[in-house]
């Protein structure tokens, strides 16, 4: 009796086993006829379009910014540079000149005894001074130093810069 209760326990095990293998194979062939095959391409023109393209095209825009926001920029003449309020410009390169035309602004250096020179009254400006207007100021060190706006402003530049956003 012992010997029939393990037999039917074995048959039982292997039934379950058997059907268990049934359902997952129905289940496999059920999913792999419902994917793409070779007569019906899941990407279509209109996907491609619709959606791909416009995605594509969005990420490509979101990294041109992010390079652009974090790069160096030349002037090789003066060009006036719009900074908003709280971002700030500095220098990428020793000689670089700043102009002061329009809105508010502060002296940023790397430390409260450094900052520009001011070749328009011929003194030094130093860090957390207010930046007078039209005035011209030179950059010696290419260490961080420039003008922080606490106004939206309007700069004439000459040399390498960028804009710090904060």
Same mark, same amino acid.
Request: proline share 2%; with cysteine.
């Given at each position: 009796m012992i010997r029939k209760f393990k037999k039917k326990k074995i048959? /039982? %095990?292997?039934?379950?086993?058997?059907g268990l293998i049934a359902i997952s194979g129905a289940a496999y062939l059920s999913i792999s006829a419902n994917t793409v095959g070779t007569g019906d391409p899941v990407?279509? +023109? @209109?996907? +491609? =379009?619709e959606v791909f393209l416009k995605d594509?095209?969005? #990420? %490509?825009?979101?990294?041109v910014d992010q390079r652009l926001m974090n790069s160096d920029q030349t002037s090789p003449g003066y060009s006036v540079v719009e900074v908003k309020a &709280? *971002? @700030?410009i500095v220098a990428d390169a020793e000689g670089t000149e /700043?102009? +002061?035309? @329009? &809105?508010i602004a502060i002296i940023v250096a790397p430390l409260k005894n450094q900052g /520009?020179? !001011?070749?328009?009254? &011929?003194?030094? $400006?130093? $860090?957390?001074e207010k930046v007078i207007k *039209?005035? /011209?100021? #030179? #950059?010696?060190?290419a260490d961080g130093r &420039?003008? =922080? $706006?606490?106004?939206?402003? !309007? %700069?004439?530049?000459r040399g390498v810069y960028k804009i710090i956003r904060e």
């Open positions: 048959i /039982l %095990v292997v039934c379950m086993m058997a990407v279509t +023109l @209109s996907y +491609l =379009k594509v095209i969005n #990420i %490509v825009n979101n990294t &709280g *971002n @700030s /700043l102009i +002061l035309r @329009s &809105g /520009l020179t !001011n070749m328009t009254t &011929g003194t030094d $400006a130093v $860090a957390d *039209n005035n /011209l100021y #030179i #950059i010696p060190r &420039g003008f =922080k $706006a606490t106004a939206d402003m !309007n %700069v004439m530049v």
